[in-house]
């Protein structure tokens, strides 16, 4: 895919940070921190599962926490700079970003700004942002415990494993999941006082991230907390049409890109996906080659027409192959995909066309 998620909000599910290398074996308290105890409880007696051991909760300060929720901003060496660099390009090729973009810059404020934790599976830590439980922190602390569920249940390290197909999915079903345990603590155990402070954290938040992010291009705004977006809406669409509780089910096997945009398409013959190819030029450097997937196409359509128009063409998807690759010293892309019937591809087409007008 072109795009790798991450995922943005009051909560993080933290992936890739660092190699397994680096990275010692995880040890585990005997019990919880008392602080976070009680939650705990709540979050294994809501979502129907035993924790199997608890884990370490961090609280840092605020400098603590966005050092290490952002990363060292020296780390990339040359060959990665090059390779955030090529992205850009290829983003621009596309007429996605515009003007002077940073990647490493934006990345690193969608990761802290605006959170107030997150879960790092690797590690197997929760990292709170300060040592207060207000209201939002104890919502954001029960969002992040059930990735702690998800986790120990179902390996959500494998939105790291490149053989692993459905990372997007995964982490979306996860976001989803740990999404609707947050909206349901807030409703069932916040006071109607704690509530009224929990919107006004909530709010302020947002607002101080609004102005935090204003240099990081909407496109990765978008894609980053996408899985959220999609994770939610996907899981009630399931529930409701179901009626039954698909939590576990989708986690152990998690929807395509394409099933999250169009949930009826969910294990039908629509969601079957055409293998298409594409090749760079004679003589060109190839810099990465994949497939596009449905949610870039929506973004990439939806940013020059209406998109709700860009969703229903992007509803026939069938699959696509794309590459990018440096000629004469440009960064170029070439993408080709097909629709699910010959009206589908007659649809993407004509969207291609209107897209390349405008």
Known sequence: MLVASAVVGLGVLRSGSTSSAETPAPTYPSAWDPKVAPIADWVSDERDLEFRHPVEVVFQTEDEYVEEAAG?????DEDEQQEMDDFVATMRALGLVEGEVDLGAATRDLASEGTLAYYDPEREVVVVRGDELTPAVRVTVAHELTHVLQDQHFDLQRTDDEAFEEHDGLRAMAEGDAGRIEDIYVTEVLTAEERAAYEEETETSIDESEV????VPPVLSILFGAPYALGEGFLTYRERVDGGQPWDAVLRDPPSQEEMLDPSAWETE??????????????????DEDTFDPLTWFVLLASRADPVEALQVVDGWGGDAYVAYR???E??????????????TESLHAALVAWAAA
């Open 72 to 76: 060292d901003p020296t780390a990339a």
């Open 212 to 215: 935090a992010l204003e240099g």
């Open 270 to 287: 629509r969601a079957e996906v055409t293998e298409v190819e594409i090749a760079a030029p004679d003589g060109a450097e190839v810099l």
């Open 327 to 329: 000629h004469d010293d």
């Open 331 to 344: 960064v170029c892309a070439a993408m080709a995909v097909t629709g699910d019937d010959a009206a589908a």
